[in-house]
């Protein structure tokens, strides 16, 4: 199973860590001075990911943009002109375009190169939802739970009663779902991403879970991420930097 596409979740405003980054859009804050979003990137280019789909918003579009082609891949960049519709409204408009089975990733989380080789499963199922069972450099507090049982995901969100992972925000999707998904959000003015999945979950779709077992992984969501990612992640961005250094090209790190 050869996985050719992506699509980037870009389109949030960045608001809990702008105090950090000034004008800069989120995707672009550095961390060891390489943009956040080009560890997502390499890592993808790494499991074999030929072509992006990159969903922003208006404001971010301009700088993104330039930055998409300096890196010296195949990507394209689609705007969300209503960012507060909710990331799971921008997963819709990137599903539009993608043609077949292909990842989704969050664009501020940093994985090591490994996991998304671990997503790939010989199951049937709609949905894949890289886990993690024993997290190290998250806030569990605020990550996003799921309850998981022989390998299935049983409920997903923030505030859920019970639960037994954390998500990654690293998925494996099927192409066939848009139509599903764009269903919902006309009944639906806010989409996030775990209303998708729990909607998906609950009309019998097949949501399996892909457990990393602890593998370093970090959501750079606030200030305090930032920082924990810069002086504490040293396993994970070691790895992460020598993959974004043989993926994309070095003019890309240096205009940033």
């Known amino acids: 199973m050869a996985i050719r596409e992506a699509v ?23 961390v060891h001075g390489i943009p956040l979003i080009a560890y997502s990137l390499a890592s993808l280019l790494n499991a074999g990911v030929k072509h992006f789909y990159i969903v922003v918003n208006p404001r971010s579009r301009t700088p993104i943009t330039r930055f998409m082609d300096t890196v010296g891949i195949d990507a394209e960049v689609i705007v969300n002109e209503a960012p507060e519709r909710g990331n799971g409204y921008s997963l819709i408009l990137g599903m539009e375009h993608v043609k077949d089975m292909f990842f989704l990733s969050m664009s501020d989380h940093i994985y090591d190169p490994k996991i998304p080789g671990l997503l790939y499963s010989t199951r049937e199922f709609d949905v894949i939802i890289g886990v993690d069972s024993n997290p190290r450099y998250i806030s569990v507090d605020e990550a996003t739970k799921v309850l998981v049982d022989r390998g299935v995901a049983l409920d997903i969100g923030k505030k859920i009663p019970r639960y037994t992972h954390i998500d990654i925000g690293l998925f494996i999707m099927k192409r066939s779902l848009y139509e599903f998904y764009r269903d919902y959000a006309e009944r639906n003015q806010v989409v996030e991403l775990s209303s998708l999945i729990k909607h998906s979950i609950s009309s019998g779709k097949r949501v399996a879970v892909a457990d990393i077992g602890g593998l370093p992984w970090i ?27 043989r993926h994309l090209t070095l003019q890309s790190l240096s205009t940033c």
Do not use: Q
Request: glycine share 10%.
């Open 8 to 30: 980037i979740l870009a389109a949030g405003y960045g608001s809990r860590i702008r105090g950090a980054a000034g004008d800069t859009p989120k995707p672009l804050i550095t």
């Open 219 to 245: 959501d750079v969501d606030t200030v305090n991420d930032l920082r924990r990612a810069e002086n504490e992640a040293h396993d994970l961005l070691g790895r992460a930097v020598e993959t974004v250094r």
